[in-house]
């Protein structure tokens, strides 16, 4: 019988195969990448709102080719950015290195970090609990890296794919919030996780995406009890 560790290295292992291989096209996309100085400033508010006006210590998980890691850079964040993808990491490297932020990222898996307790005072993730085999376990994770008072800001969505593609044919099954969950569903999760003051905020402003947006995206943020 494989045991469930060995399952989930193996899913891990195409999640990351599946983003190595997407790296070197992913910020083409207009919903992916920030390509207008409109679309620059429409997340730069949005996030500006949610993280205020102090510079805190951030850690984007999943951060992908940086797009959010710079954008919170850019508001003054010291942040460091983990994700499972080398290829995606050498992106958001050269991304940084061009925008001159300096910003440390390095491979790690979300659902352990190689972060001590109490580290940062803002855990960022846009897009990734559909990709992780135990999206609860991160979570649970997130909140130990974060400091008593500090944050969990995700940003998500609900698409509802017609099929899954490419690696995912093979391990979707295996993701328990494959495709994204409706906002209420996130809430309950991190609320059973005892995140307080959980807060919401749709994301649909086609500037955000570059395009009218096709799933119903949103924002959603809770406390770290004291």
């Known amino acids: 019988m494989t045991k469930p560790?060995?399952?989930?290295?193996?899913?891990?292992?195409?999640v990351q195969q599946h983003w190595n291989d997407r790296a070197t096209t992913f910020d083409d996309a207009s919903h992916h990448g920030i390509h207008t100085d409109e679309q620059h400033e429409r997340w730069s508010s949005i996030l500006r709102e949610w993280t205020g006006d102090e510079p805190l210590q951030?850690?984007?998980?999943?951060?992908g080719?940086?797009?959010?890691s710079l954008l919170l850079a850019d508001l003054g964040h010291a942040v460091t950015g983990v994700d499972v993808a080398p290829q995606?990491?050498?992106?958001?490297?050269a991304k940084a290195t061009r925008a001159d932020r300096s910003i440390e990222f390095y491979r790690g898996d979300a659902e352990a970090l190689a972060v001590t307790d109490d580290a940062v005072e803002l855990v960022t993730a846009r897009h990734l609990v559909w990709t992780l085999p135990n999206p609860e376990q991160a979570?649970?994770?997130?909140q130990r890296v974060v400091e008593p008072g500090g944050r969990i800001?995700?940003?998500?969505?609900?698409?509802?794919?017609?099929?899954?593609?490419?690696?995912?044919?093979?391990?979707?099954?295996?993701?328990?919030?494959?495709d994204g969950r409706p906002?209420?569903?996130?809430?309950?999760?991190?609320?059973?996780?005892?995140?307080?003051?959980i807060e919401h905020e749709p994301l649909l402003d086609p500037v955000l995406w570059g395009r009218e947006p096709h799933h119903?995206?949103?924002?959603?943020?809770?406390?770290?009890?004291?």
Request: proline share 5%.
């Open 139 to 142: 979570i649970a994770e997130w």
């Open 58 to 63: 951030v850690l984007d998980i999943g951060c």
């Open 183 to 197: 906002p209420d569903e996130l809430r309950a999760v991190l609320a059973r996780h005892g995140l307080r003051k």
């Open 65 to 68: 080719t940086g797009v959010l």
């Open 153 to 178: 800001l995700v940003i998500e969505g609900y698409w509802d794919h017609a099929e899954p593609w490419d690696e995912y044919e093979e391990i979707h099954d295996d993701l328990p919030m494959y």
């Open 88 to 93: 995606m990491l050498e992106r958001a490297r």
């Open 5 to 14: 560790e060995q399952t989930g290295n193996a899913v891990k292992e195409l």
């Open 216 to 226: 119903e995206y949103y924002l959603m943020a809770g406390t770290v009890p004291r």
